[in-house]
């Protein structure tokens, strides 16, 4: 479990890097967005960029993801997502007790870590409670 650095606002962003690399286009965000969003609007933007242009696709794969009701996410996608939810969710308690684990050590051991380390374990809580909320819905 490393320590991941926060987003950022830089010109050097990983879209910036594909596109220096040679990609024509990148979608990205300038935000943190919930995995299990980006991955519909993944599927529902490949889907669309088959019959449509790159612009279209996409503002047809956000109008898709706003429309998408409760039950029609359950019916169509539930029997995927719940092993994966599950799986997330598994990850995440581990995260969470590592995170704990050196949180404690720190405490007894070297002082200075532990403000960090607390960012990282609030951090894993987070993630843990996101996932247990998405999995409750």
Known sequence: MGLTKDLTDDI???GFGFLCAGARSVVS????????ATSLFSLFYHRHKQNL????????AQQDLRTLSGSELAAKYEPVLSPLLKKQGEEAEE???LAYAALKKAKK??????E????????CFNKKQNVEKTQAQ
């Open 12 to 14: 050097l962003t990983i």
């Open 116 to 123: 960090e380390l607390q960012k990282e374990y609030d951090k």
């Open 53 to 60: 242009t790159r612009p279209e696709a996409l503002r047809q």
């Open 29 to 36: 965000t300038l935000w943190s967005v919930n995995d299990l």
């Open 109 to 114: 051991e070297s002082p200075d870590a532990v």
């Open 95 to 97: 995260e969470l007790k």
